[in-house]
T-cell receptor, first 109, second 113 residues
Framework: GQNIDQPTEMTATEGAIVQINCTYQ??????LFWYQQHAGEAPTFLSY????GLEEKGRFSSFLSRSKGYSYLLLKELQMKDSASYLC??????????FGAGTTVTVRA | IAGITQAPTSQILAAGRRMTLRCTQD?????MYWYRQDLGLGLRLIHY???????GKGEVPDGYSVSRANTDDFPLTLASAVPSQTSVYFC????????????FGEGSRLTVL
């Protein structure tokens, strides 16, 4: 199985930057996903990393280091609407997504 | 509008009763999944189907069964509900390829008393 760790909660100020770390231990790693989930809603796809390095998509960036079993999601220019849970998920040999418990980000004015 | 539809949205159920959560997708995705989401535990895979006619067990399959008679539908059945099955259930689909992102339904909140 997979062991995926991410912080439970983070708080940041509007306009600031927040970095959400995710570490994983898995055999046969294929790729890593980040999802956003607002309270009471379904998760929605944010990013996918399969190779080492940084993937940038607007205000959001995701980084992967396969050798270290480490990823982070970087949220820049935080807005109130970014208050949500952010889920780190990995796929292994069977291509099934395994999720971490999620990081709840609270953005304060 | 293309997507995944789950029903019911919310249900309160007496322990011991049988319950089927329905899931339908119109994106012609090959793969479908059922997850449960519990506070502090995140999303855990119950059952999955890589293609119509096949199903597989996920991380927490006990007490649940699924069927995949066609591409669009993937119902989840609780044969005899227990309080520990109180959770939010999400159905999801993907193209099935390793880079395919998951598309989630809006969830079904189930309370077993």
């Amino acid at each position: 199985g997979q062991n995926i760790d991410q912080p439970t909660e983070m708080t940041a100020t509007e306009g600031a930057i927040v970095q959400i770390n995710c570490t994983y231990q898995t055999s046969g790693f294929n790729g890593l996903f980040w999802y956003q989930q607002h309270a009471g809603e379904a998760p929605t796809f944010l990013s996918y990393n399969v190779l080492d390095g940084l993937e940038e998509k607007g205000r959001f960036s995701s980084f992967l280091s396969r050798s270290k079993g480490y990823s982070y999601l970087l949220l820049k220019e935080l807005q109130m609407k970014d208050s949500a849970s952010y889920l780190c998920a990995v796929t292994a040999g069977d291509y099934k997504l395994s999720f971490g418990a999620g990081t709840t980000v609270t953005v304060r004015a | 509008i293309a997507g995944i539809t789950q029903a019911p949205t919310s249900q309160i159920l007496a322990a011991g009763r049988r319950m089927t959560l329905r899931c339908t997708q119109d994106m012609r995705h090959n793969a479908m999944y059922w997850y449960r989401q519990d506070l502090g535990l995140g999303l855990r895979l119950i059952h999955y189907s890589n293609t119509a006619g096949t199903t597989g067990k996920g991380e927490v399959p006990d007490g649940y069964s699924v069927s995949r008679a066609n591409t669009d539908d993937f119902p989840l059945t609780l044969a005899s509900a227990v309080p520990s099955q109180t959770s939010v259930y999400f159905c999801a689909s993907s193209t099935g390829e390793d880079t395919g992102e998951l598309f989630f339904g809006e969830g079904s909140r189930l309370t077993v008393l």
